[in-house]
């Protein structure tokens, strides 16, 4: 049927054209993939004040640990523990915030809004900023020793000692683990509450306070004493500072689960299913 | 295209999104329109799949959101221009929104010229941005991946009437290109500026949808005249309505034409001649937002608009 209304007013010329409203052809544009997400987190990391800072920081203070134990050990006892135990403190610190950052910012500054519009697998991002961040971790303990051993041979030269070269590799990949399971702690508080500053704290009471508990607990509790190593990660964790029997590695296999694995699963969710505001 | 069908979302017992269904068509500036908190944010928010809905569904070019495998090279999002870190630059939010996309690098710079940001202004940090600045970044990070569709929300928010101007002739050009646009806003004269469509939303449900024209429209003829009260007598003789404005207008329910005639029939001198402006929308407008709103009106003097 063709008819013509006398309408009261004509519509808008440009809105009525079947010519504009042709759809212009387009193809279909290719996934986006997951290394180019990783790549847009990593940067994310370093692309604001304070994420620069942060991550300075790292290099600041394995520069400033080796040096505190260059001025400050004497030099028949220096030895490269002395280095490692000086820059390990800074960096248990630091380094979960990193990784408590790396998910909250975008919750903190609702740039989740534009992040998971970008790209609707909440997954894949979120899987980009783990891996981010386990790397971010190798790196910075890797920075560290060099570092360390750096200083240590410059020292070595000046001073006309015999480097002791008393760290394995082996220690050193137990150092590497105990600092990414203590930032993957962070990641999963960062999953779980979604919030700076809320996530930090909980991380400081698991971290600081309690590990305090636990010997208060197990120095009037004979049970908790012998079997705490299965249910507190901070307990177990410590045990890779030293050498590591099977019992140990099942220790922390266990308190992994518990405390890491289990929040972490719960975590997810959360960050997937939540309404981003 | 947009196409929303049947879409709620309830938080407990509060219904946010009540049984929404409308389409956004190509070519077409859609404005979304209604008081704050009528659930415009989270319809979006549906859209884009950042919220879940309660029941219903939301397409875009025939597709959910997520099905979408870059959704910024087809769909420009706009939700909060001030939902960004303060420590990046305007430059850099920029980069980062093209880089996901797979964009070229000179993308970057194109667009922030489109918005009318300033190199200067890019390398600012966002958190010394004014709202209308953070505007036109979030249009800009909209509009960088060359999309079909646009959902922006309250985006003439902290624009000055220049800048809603310019908003008004970019997305006109967006949708005469073919594109999609759907913008919110909880102004009525906004929306009357920058849309085509508009959909009237108030306590998650929609009240009113429709053309510019159909909804703005009373139907009523408006005419100036040297001597209102002859035409108005005129008027009458020839069966129609005639009512004299405090300015002294003749308003009719005849068509524009037909007072014309009359008038040129009478021997009268018309000054001004023109669709009447309807005052429908804005009562029903009101309406919507009168349980909110701290000014109550007790004696709303709608002539006077």
């Known amino acids: 049927m063709s008819t013509t209304t006398l309408a009261p007013e004509p519509a808008t010329p440009a809105g009525r054209n079947p010519e504009a409203v042709r759809r212009r052809e387009r193809a279909v544009p290719a996934p986006i993939p997951f290394g180019r997400i990783a790549g847009i987190e990593l940067r994310k990391m370093f692309d604001t004040r304070s994420g620069f800072w942060l991550m300075a920081s790292l290099v600041v203070l394995s520069l400033a640990a080796t040096a505190v134990t260059i001025i400050f050990v004497d030099a028949d006892n220096l030895d490269y523990e002395g280095f490692a135990s000086a820059w390990g403190m800074p960096m248990s610190v630091v380094l979960p915030m990193i990784a408590v950052l790396a998910v909250t910012s975008e919750w903190s500054a609702r740039s989740a809004l534009t992040t998971f519009t970008l790209v609707p697998g909440r997954g894949r991002v979120i899987a980009a900023k783990a891996l981010v961040t386990a790397v971010v971790g190798v790196v910075a303990i890797a920075v560290a020793a060099a570092v360390g051993a750096l200083g240590y041979l410059g020292v070595a030269a000046i001073m006309d000692l015999d480097p002791v070269w008393n760290i394995s590799f082996t220690e050193l990949a137990q150092v590497t683990l105990a600092s990414e399971i203590g930032m993957f702690m962070g990641f999963m508080l960062g999953t779980l509450f979604r919030s700076s500053p809320a996530a930090i704290v909980a991380y400081f009471v698991y971290a600081l306070v309690l590990p305090g508990v636990s010997s208060a607990l197990a120095s009037t509790n004979t049970w908790w004493a012998e079997h705490a190593t299965w249910f507190d990660l901070n307990w177990a964790t410590m045990n890779l500072y030293s050498e590591m029997t099977d019992k140990m590695w099942a220790q922390l296999g266990v308190a992994s689960v518990i405390w890491l694995v289990v929040p972490m699963l719960v975590g997810l969710r959360l960050v997937l299913r939540s309404e981003v505001k | ?305």
Not at chain 2, 40 to 46: A, E, L, N, P, V
Not at chain 2, 159 to 173: E, K, T
Not at chain 2, 198 to 226: F, H
Not at chain 2, 270 to 292: I, N, P, V
Request: zero cysteines; charged letters at 25%.
């Open chain 2, 1 to 305: 295209m947009i196409q929303i069908d049947a879409l709620s979302k309830r938080y407990g017992r509060f219904t946010a999104v009540d049984n929404v269904t409308f389409t956004a068509e190509p070519g077409r500036v859609t404005g979304f329109l209604g008081p704050n908190g009528a659930g415009k944010s989270t319809t979006m928010r549906i859209l884009v799949g950042l919220t879940d809905p309660s029941s219903g569904s939301a397409h875009l070019l025939g597709r959910h959101f997520s099905q979408l495998p870059n959704p910024g090279r087809e769909v420009g999002v706009l939700l909060d221009a001030s939902a960004q870190h303060g420590g990046r630059t305007g430059r850099e939010i920029l980069t980062l929104a093209a880089r996901t996309m797979g964009l070229a690098k000179s993308s970057v710079a194109e667009t922030l010229d489109r918005v009318s940001l300033t190199e200067e202004e890019a390398g600012r940090r966002v958190r010394n941005y004014s709202l209308g600045m953070r505007q036109r970044l979030g249009i800009a990070t909209a509009l960088i991946g060359d999309p079909e569709v646009l959902i922006l929300d309250e985006p003439a928010n902290g624009l000055d009437p220049a800048g809603i101007r310019w908003m008004r002739d970019l997305l006109r050009g967006f949708a005469d290109d073919g594109g999609t646009v759907l913008l919110s806003s909880h102004l009525l004269h906004e929306i009357e500026v920058i849309a085509d469509d508009i959909v009237v939303i108030g306590n998650g449900r929609i009240v009113a949808q429709g053309t510019k024209q159909e909804l703005l429209s009373s139907g009523e003829t408006y005419a100036r005249s040297s001597d209102p009260t002859s035409l108005g007598r005129a008027l009458q003789r020839a069966g129609h309505t005639a009512e004299l404005t405090t300015e002294g207008a003749v308003l009719s329910d005849a068509d524009l034409t037909t007072v014309g005639q009359v008038a040129f029939d009478t021997g009268l001198v018309l000054s001004e001649l023109r669709a009447a402006d309807g005052a429908g929308l804005e009562e029903m407008f009101l309406q919507l937002t009168a349980e909110t709103q701290r000014d109550h009106l007790e004696t709303p003097e709608r002539n006077a608009a």
